[in-house]
Nanobody, 125 residues
Framework: QVQLVESGGGLVQAGGSLRLSCAASERTFSSYHMGWFRQAPGKEREYVATITKTSNTYYIDSVKGRFTISRDNAKNTVYLQMNSLKPEDTAVYYC???????????????????WGQGTQVTVSS
């Protein structure tokens, strides 16, 4: 399994921006599909976005046009740029990695094998 460490969370006003980073320990980072999930208090962990090893990107509808996932394989890092943040984006955000094949139907936490510890994002109204 690859070790993942998220950073970049914080408190921001509605309409503001944050960029989350996720650093991976694995030298073969470029072979992993990377995802971001989030979990709000009292709710299940929710899929947010994926970037495949070939840099195809997928998003849930509620963040399309506001969030951008990207990766820098030279730095073993995946990013989540979050703009126009809303109070409903408040959650702990987790980075995840998946080896092997990827399908667009892979939206469950169980579809990803490695996880970071999470970083808190709080959006005030």
């Amino acid at each position: 399994q690859v070790q993942l460490v998220e950073s970049g969370g914080g408190l921001v006003q509605a309409g503001g921006s944050l960029r989350l980073s996720c650093a991976a320990s694995e030298r073969t980072f470029s072979s992993y599909h990377m995802g971001w999930f989030r979990q709000a208090p009292g709710k299940e962990r929710e899929y947010v976005a994926t970037i495949t090893k070939t840099s195809n990107t997928y998003y849930i509808d509620s963040v399309k046009g506001r969030f951008t996932i990207s990766r820098d394989n030279a730095k073993n890092t995946v990013y989540l740029q979050m703009n126009s943040l809303k109070p409903e984006d408040t959650a702990v955000y987790y980075c995840a990695a998946r080896a092997g094949i990827y399908r667009q139907s892979y939206l469950r936490p169980s579809d990803f094998g490695s996880w970071g510890q999470g970083t808190q994002v709080t959006v005030s109204s």
